[in-house]
C-alpha cells in the first residue's frame, strides 16, 4: 500500500476517523498496532509472521540482556540478537549475492559450482525494521535506558506504519515519550500533517516519476545506444528522481504521523546545498547516517584510535553503508566512492586546508564539487552492474559532439537546477519549520496548486526506490 495511492488514502482517512474515535489511549494503541500490521500485511500477508516473530525475539532478548548481572552473560544474549538479526537479514537480501561470488571465487580456481537458486521475495522494508530492533537491542546493552515492559508498546514502535517500510529510521528513545503518553489529532497537527502528505506526493507523484524518471529510464535502459547529453541528463535526472522519491516518502511519513499526533525525525535537509561530504551525510537519510554513525563507526573505534584508524572506521562504515542499500558490488562501490570523499576531506581538513581558505567563495566551489561528486556516485548506485557503469562513464567524458537534447531533458535539467537554488535559499530551513512558517492562505493557496498537479500528472506510478532496500 504506497502513499501515492487512492488505497492508501481511504485507509488513512479510516484510520484518522476510528483512532480518533477511541476515547482511552490504550484502545488507540492496539488500533494502531493493528492499522499498522494491515497496512504492512497488504504487500505479502505471510511475511507479517516475520515482522511478528522478529518483534517478539528482540523484545524478548531486550528483558534478558536488563535482567543479566555479569558482563559475559550480557554480551551473549546482544551476540544473539545480532546473529538472529543479521542472519535473517543476510537470507533474504544477500543469499543470492554471497552465493554467486563464492562460485566466481572457486571459478578462479577451476572449480565450476553451479548454486541452486532460491527464489526468496525481500520482505518489503526488512532492512529499516531490522535497525529498528537492533538499535533497541544496543541501546539496552549500552545501559542507555531500562527496556519497555510491554509488547504491545515495542512493537507499536517498530511497526508504526508512517515508517514501517522506508523510514525514517527511528529509535526508541525518540518514541518512548510519544508512545506512553496520551495523544490524539489536533487542528495544526492535522493541517501542517496534511500539508506535508502533499508536499511529500507532489515530490513522489510529478517531480520523480513524471519529470525525472521517464529520462533517468530513458538512458539507464539504453546505455549502449547514448551519447554525451543523454548520459548527463539521465545522471542529472536520476540525482533528482532518488531525491525526490526517498525525500517525497520521508515526508509523506512525517506527515501521516504529525496527522496522528506523532513526531518523527526530519530525514532530509537540503543535501543538494551540503557543503563538503560529512555534510552531505549531516543532510541526507539523516536517520541511517546517525544510525551507521553511533552503531558501526563508534562501535570500530570512531576517531579516538588515531589518523589511520579513524579513516579506516570511515571506510569500512561506508562500504557496508552502500551494502546495506543492495546486494551488488555497484552498491558497494557507491558506499566505498562516499568513504573515500569523506576520507579525503577529512584527511585535508586537518593536514592541508588552514582555516584563513574559509572564504565564501571557496566554500561555494567546493560546493560545487561536493554536488558533482554525489552526482556521479549515484552512477554506481543507478548502474545495472559494473561494466554498465564503466560504460556509463566513458559516455559521461566522451569526446562526441552530438549534444542534442529533447524537450523532456531539458525540463528535467531545468527543475533540477531549480530544486538547488531552493535548497540553497534555504539550507537551514528543513521541510517542516518551512511549511510552518507559511502564512496559511498562502499555504492553501499552493497545496491546492500542488494538488492539482498531483491528479493531471501524466507520469507512470513507480515503486519508491527505497522499498527495494
Not at 522506508?166 to 515519550?177: H, K, L
Not at 547529453?229 to 504521523?257: K, L, P
Amino acid at each position: 500500500m504506497q502513499f501515492d495511492t487512492f488505497t492508501f488514502i481511504v485507509f488513512f482517512a479510516l484510520v484518522l476517523a476510528v483512532y480518533n474515535g477511541l476515547w482511552t489511549w490504550n484502545a488507540r494503541k492496539n488500533f494502531l498496532l493493528l492499522a499498522s500490521y494491515a497496512f504492512y500485511s497488504a504487500w505479502n500477508p505471510p511475511f507479517l509472521l516475520l515482522l511478528l516473530g522478529s518483534t517478539t525475539l528482540d523484545w524478548w532478548i531486550a528483558q534478558r540482556i536488563h535482567a543479566a548481572e555479569r558482563s559475559r552473560e550480557r554480551k551473549r544474549w546482544i551476540t544473539l540478537t545480532l546473529l538472529v538479526n543479521l542472519g535473517v537479514l543476510g537470507l533474504f537480501k544477500y543469499n543470492r549475492f554471497l552465493l554467486d561470488n563464492f562460485a566466481a571465487l572457486l571459478g578462479a580456481f577451476g572449480v565450476h559450482y553451479v548454486p541452486a537458486k532460491f527464489d526468496i521475495v525481500l520482505p518489503i522494508g526488512i532492512s529499516f525494521y531490522t535497525f529498528h530492533s537492533l538499535s533497541y537491542c544496543i541501546d539496552i546493552y549500552r545501559g542507555k535506558f531500562a527496556p519497555t515492559r510491554s509488547w504491545r508498546d515495542y512493537a507499536l514502535y517498530v511497526a508504526f506504519f508512517p515508517q514501517l517500510v522506508a523510514g525514517p529510521i527511528t529509535r526508541f528513545t525518540q518514541m518512548r515519550e510519544q508512545i506512553e503518553t496520551p495523544r490524539g489529532t489536533t487542528r495544526d497537527g492535522l493541517g501542517l500533517g496534511c500539508a506535508l502528505l502533499v508536499l511529500g506526493l507532489f515530490e513522489k507523484s510529478v517531480l520523480a516519476d513524471s519529470i525525472f524518471a521517464p529520462v533517468a529510464d530513458a538512458f539507464f535502459n539504453a546505455i549502449e545506444d547514448a551519447g554525451p547529453g543523454e548520459a548527463w541528463s539521465g545522471v542529472v535526472a536520476f540525482s533528482g528522481q532518488i531525491f525526490c522519491d526517498f525525500a517525497g516518502y520521508s515526508t509523506c511519513a512525517i506527515g501521516a504521523a504529525l496527522a496522528l499526533g506523532f513526531v518523527l525525525p526530519i530525514n532530509f535537509r537540503n543535501p543538494y546545498a551540503a557543503v563538503g561530504f560529512s555534510d552531505f551525510w549531516r543532510r541526507w537519510h539523516i536517520s541511517l547516517s546517525s544510525w551507521l554513525r553511533d552503531y558501526l563507526y563508534i562501535s570500530l573505534g570512531g576517531n579516538r584510535r588515531g589518523e589511520a584508524r579513524t579513516y579506516a572506521a570511515l571506510m569500512l562504515t561506508m562500504l557496508i553503508g552502500g551494502l546495506w542499500h543492495g546486494a551488488a558490488w555497484t552498491f558497494v562501490i557507491w558506499g566505498g566512492l562516499h568513504g573515500l570523499y569523506l576520507t579525503a576531506e577529512r584527511f585535508g581538513r586537518e593536514h592541508l586546508w588552514p582555516a584563513r581558505w574559509n572564504s565564501a567563495l571557496l566554500r561555494f566551489a567546493y560546493a560545487l564539487l561536493t554536488l558533482a561528486l554525489v552526482m556521479l556516485a549515484w552512477v554506481w548506485f543507478r548502474a545495472p552492474d559494473f561494466v554498465s557503469g564503466c560504460d556509463i562513464f566513458h559516455k559521461l567524458f566522451s569526446p562526441a559532439t552530438d549534444w542534442t537534447l529533447n524537450a523532456a531533458q531539458k525540463l528535467a535539467l531545468t527543475v533540477f537546477a531549480a530544486i538547488i537554488a531552493i535548497q540553497w535559499l534555504f539550507r537551514a530551513t528543513d521541510i517542516k519549520e518551512f511549511c510552518a512558517r507559511v502564512p496559511t492562505p498562502v499555504l492553501g493557496l499552493a497545496l491546492g496548486v500542488l494538488l492539482a498537479l498531483i491528479v493531471l500528472s501524466p507520469g507512470d506510478n513507480h515503486a519508491f526506490i527505497y522499498f527495494q532496500f
